[in-house]
């Protein structure tokens, strides 16, 4: 591997795995794949796939990397690439959003016992009431601010880097994300 | 000027209800004013919530990605694809429109073909005569459409060998 300065931007590590440095790849692999993960895990509901998803990402990446324009950020990069894997899969698949409620044989809806929480996206969260409040929260979200709430905090994107992904002003993005956060405040509030 | 209620709150939101991320102005909003200090606490409980929903890394997932990418060595010689098809359509579309010494022989082979074809039905009489008439609109349309189709896999051949020449850089730099 090159002799490099001790904290590389992304761009630049890019720059040289597309040269073949596997190792600058690597380091990519480690800053991008929780988020990764965590995007995805919340567009397909299912933590594995999720996991499998965010693998194709990064091969598709490395495959790409050539044609990758440094005029962009990589993060909007890698984070279009994963979106459309994400979006194609639910179509070709037709995957389910996942929804956790099911209704009994009386007819009341009672809360699905996932057999594997390993694939529940918040399975990891102790407090299961407040996870099933969290998903419901998001779920019911408008399309468009499920969308930045998602890329803001699951992908952990920048309110700029958001803007330039979804092609949108700076203030839209603040706008729809302060009204996204206040509904979700608002359906949260007993636990905040 | 000190900052509105609004104002502040938007930049609450932005930043994670973290006053530290805010300007001096809106500090000093912020210790005055009870509303917007409970706006900034729930905007900062709903981040800490957000922050803990995203699940916890995969340790092994690292090797298994790194373990499924293909040898860059084959990255570029996919990249070289479409030089290489640009490089035949070029060299094809040249020697069609007799680009190349010897090769315009190929540009002439349909009139040659299309000239001993007509020779031939002229002989076996009048049924033939359409079929003689057709032949010949050929031979007066195919040299038109061969440099034509020529030339154009030529400039296609070009261009493909511009955005290989554009992949392979790019891949090395």
New interface residues.
């Given amino acids: 591997m090159r002799e490099r300065k001790p904290s590389p931007t992304d761009e630049e590590l890019a720059?040289w795995a597309?040269?073949?440095d596997?190792e600058a790849?690597?380091l990519l692999?480690?800053r991008y794949?929780?988020?990764l993960?965590?995007f995805l895990?919340q567009i397909v509901g299912d933590?594995e796939l999720a996991?499998e998803l965010?693998?194709e990402t990064?091969?598709r990446v490395?495959?790409a990397?050539?044609?990758?324009d440094d005029s962009y950020r990589f993060s909007t990069w890698i984070f279009r690439i994963a979106h459309n894997l994400g979006v194609d899969h639910l179509r070709r698949r037709r995957v389910p959003t996942t929804s956790l409620q099911v209704e009994d044989r009386d007819g009341r809806e009672t809360q699905r016992d996932l057999e594997d929480r390993g694939r529940d996206?918040?399975?990891?969260?102790e407090n299961r009431e407040?996870?099933e409040a969290?998903r419901r929260s998001i779920e019911m979200l408008r399309p468009e601010y499920r969308e930045l709430?998602l890329l803001r905090?699951?992908a952990?994107l920048s309110?700029r880097e958001i803007a330039e992904l979804e092609d949108m002003p700076l203030g839209t993005v603040?706008n729809k994300?302060?009204r996204a956060?206040s509904v979700?405040?608002e359906a949260?509030a007993e636990?905040? | 000027m000190e900052p509105s209620c609004e104002i502040v709150r938007q930049a609450l939101d932005e930043s994670g209800g973290d006053p530290m991320m805010l300007g001096e102005a809106s500090r000093r909003h912020l210790a005055a004013c009870r509303r917007c200090a409970r706006e900034a606490a729930a905007a900062r409980r709903l981040r800490e919530l957000l922050d803990a929903a995203v699940p916890p890394a995969d340790p092994v997932l690292r090797e298994r990605i790194m373990a499924r990418l293909p040898a860059r060595s084959r990255v570029r010689l996919l990249s070289l694809v479409p030089a290489a098809v640009g490089g035949l359509l070029l060299a094809g579309g040249a020697a069609a429109v007799g680009g190349v010494p010897g090769a315009g022989l190929a540009a002439m082979a349909p009139g040659i073909s299309v000239g001993a074809g007509l020779a031939a039905a002229g002989g076996i009489g009048g049924l033939v005569n359409a079929g003689a008439v057709a032949l010949q609109a050929i031979h007066t349309v195919v040299p038109r459409v061969v440099p034509l189709v020529a030339g154009g896999a030529a400039g296609l051949g070009a261009a493909l060998i511009a955005l290989g020449a554009r992949r392979l850089g790019r891949s090395r730099a």
């Fill in positions: 720059a597309a040269a073949g596997r790849f690597g692999v480690e794949q929780r988020r993960t965590g895990a933590l996991r965010t693998q990064f091969i490395w495959g990397l050539g044609r990758f996206p918040l399975g990891h969260l407040l996870a969290l709430v905090h699951f952990g309110y603040k994300l302060f956060h979700l405040r949260l636990y905040l």
